[in-house]
């Protein structure tokens, strides 16, 4: 994917990377980063018992766990390096049930500012080397001064 | 609150109660079930480290979880005894920082259908006797034939 | 309704006023200002059938433009005198089909911000003295100094 | 574009070209349609002083109007020739100021279903061969049986 922004911080990985290991609850989940490029982050997460509905699969909030977090940090890659992101709303729309041995959000900025950016990310189930697109979400993402 | 339509089963209490108990996602955030009426359910959440985000906050998405567990449930209160329900999509404004002991959030049916319902979701933080609203949810849930 | 907020400059009414006569679009819609309170703008629409969908019934975007003007409108009644607002975004679940003689939009503001504002309306169908909500919305609307 | 689905009626342009004549709305815009592929719908605006906000840039609501419309008819093209199509629910982001003599949505089905099929749309703004991306649209489409 071509870059649609220059980052404004040339440390923008170690940023984003240092601030997804203070995230407590994507530990609790087991999520993990999985690419780190100026206006857009992936965000891998294995299917495990304890994130489950009750139908054993894994729990939609999971799906957009993973899905708003890759937004916000793929608006993160591309601020000053003094500045946080803060999720101002989202929507997300689940698009067939999620079950698969391993998930992926993709993050992306399709409108960088000063203030907001806006964020358009997908979540897709891995089987193999097949994918599917389950979940695709819309999001606001407030820059705010550090 | 008055209910805002009969519930046409009226084991609806042990069904809602029984299918939160399958998610091991709700137990993995610590939520419980405090209100089960027609077209409404309630559901709390204490602060926990294992939920935080960076800044120590609850993570957005252990606010989205209940919002949108709640609204689903609220919707399976008013379905026949086979349905089981199912989010659509959802959109949340995250209004206020989730900084307190205790979460609630409250999820009410605004539309009752057969095949789609529509609901609208609070989350408020508990201060003691205080209470603040931290987030609002509009969700769509589908009901499908058990 | 309990003003959500005291408005910043007394002269709110004749401002959200102004600026809602230079929308020639409203005027294309035949919509009106009904009610200018702190935080809470409500707007009428009689039907007509320029304004019809392919089935006869109100545009979901007729529906739309109402919710989404009084939400702007109910914004503009808390800001400093020289401020501007602007929709960032918005969500709107159309609940019933628009079969009426007139429509009510009701905006009113839930979380006042400095940079940003959020919005939850209603459109109800007035036939005679009965109503009945058809559409739900919840927006975020951006703050700009004038 | 590759199409996302086959069409199960293949009369699917006369099906979408003579709904699209019924709507009046799109009359009162000026809107007009530009293609009608397997689905995918876009549909050009020109700009217009009746459809004018208060600082004389097109109306949110008209961006959103040729933004749902166009998601609408692309959902029709993939259903069967005596079903109707009916928006749920959508989400727009307002990414920039709507100023341009001309617009054009385009609205894709990103998931195609019997009774339910999701669109993501965007609208360009045209300054010559220049386009700009001025809004992201997500969207809910129900389908009924005629």
Redesign the interface.
Known sequence: MTPISEPRDPDFRTRVTA??A????M??LGASLQLVEPGEVHIALPFA???????GYL????T??IA??ASGYAALTLTPADA?V???????????PASAPRFLARGRV??PGR??S?C?AEVVALHGAEEE?IA???S?I?IRPG
């Open positions: 601030s997804f203070r995230q407590s609850f530990a609790t018992p304890h994130l489950s509905q009750q139908h729990h939609a909030e999971a957009t766990a708003d977090t946080e803060l999720s101002v709303e989202f929507k997300i729309n689940l698009l067939l399709i409108r203030r907001l806006v358009l697109v695709s979400m819309l606001t407030s």
